[in-house]
């Protein structure tokens, strides 16, 4: 049997994408790509990229396709193996892919709009390596610190309640069409994000390995 090695996950902001593609690179070995991930770093860093996005972010908006595809693009072209968390997050973006990769598998995880506000409420993110932590159902030791490297433990700017509010509309306008287009093309496979992270984890990898 071949794993599957050209993944996307996909679902609505706080169904627990980077939590699991952060768990499933660690198992698998693949190359995990998080666009909110590197869109923080740009802003962190202060270029051109970073400065455009910014006001988008904050708000809750999508960032323009161009700018995403522009991204992405030369990160996973030629790539035999990679995770996307948050891409693609359009049609526009889904065709654009298309055109620079095929992929093996689609999955969607689920979760309700009330879950999704609940958690990332409380949710909590090392600055230094990036570990995420929910203060309801995966609290830290230390509320400040992180259990794994010791580093400062932040509040998302977006994890603000009026923000989540406006990405969920925003998903559910722009990105959960995505389940169709996949649907139809026969990569799509539905996970149920409700259920506890491991049982989500061994779900996920039974499907890639096929
Ligand atoms: P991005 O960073 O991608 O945010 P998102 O899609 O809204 O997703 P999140 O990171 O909020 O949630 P997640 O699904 O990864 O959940 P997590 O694992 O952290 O994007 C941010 C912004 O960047 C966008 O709003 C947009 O402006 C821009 N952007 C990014 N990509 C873009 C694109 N392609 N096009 C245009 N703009 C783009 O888990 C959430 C919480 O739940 C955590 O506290 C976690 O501990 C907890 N949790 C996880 N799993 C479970 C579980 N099974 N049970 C209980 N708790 C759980």
């Known amino acids: 049997m071949t794993p599957l090695k050209r993944i996307v996950l996909l679902g609505p902001p706080g169904a627990g994408k980077g ?51 522009g991204m992405i693009r030369e990160r996973i072209a030629q790539k035999s193996g990679f995770i996307l968390d948050g891409f693609p997050r359009t049609v526009a973006q889904a065709e654009a892919l298309a055109r ?19 958690r990332l409420s409380s949710r909590r993110v090392c600055r230094s390596c990036g570990r995420i932590y929910n203060l309801l159902f995966d609290p830290p030791p230390d509320a400040q610190r992180c259990a794994a490297c010791g580093g400062e433990l932040f509040q998302r700017d977006d994890d603000q309640a009026k923000v989540i509010e406006n990405r969920y509309d925003v998903y559910a306008e722009l990105t959960a069409p995505l389940v169709a287009f996949y649907g139809a093309r026969g990569l799509l496979r539905d996970v149920d994000g409700s259920r506890p992270s491991a049982e989500i984890l061994e779900r996920v990898l039974t499907l890639v390995r096929g």
């Open 19 to 69: 939590t699991q593609a952060k768990l499933l690179a660690a198992r698998t070995g693949l190359l995990h790509l998080s666009t909110g991930d590197l869109l923080r770093e740009e802003v962190a860093r202060g270029s051109p990229l970073g400065t455009r996005a910014k006001g988008y972010m904050d708000r809750g908006d999508l960032v323009p396709d161009d700018l995403i595809i």
């Open 100 to 118: 620079i990769t095929p992929l093996d598998v689609v999955v969607n995880i689920g979760l309700a709009r009330e879950e999704v506000i609940r």
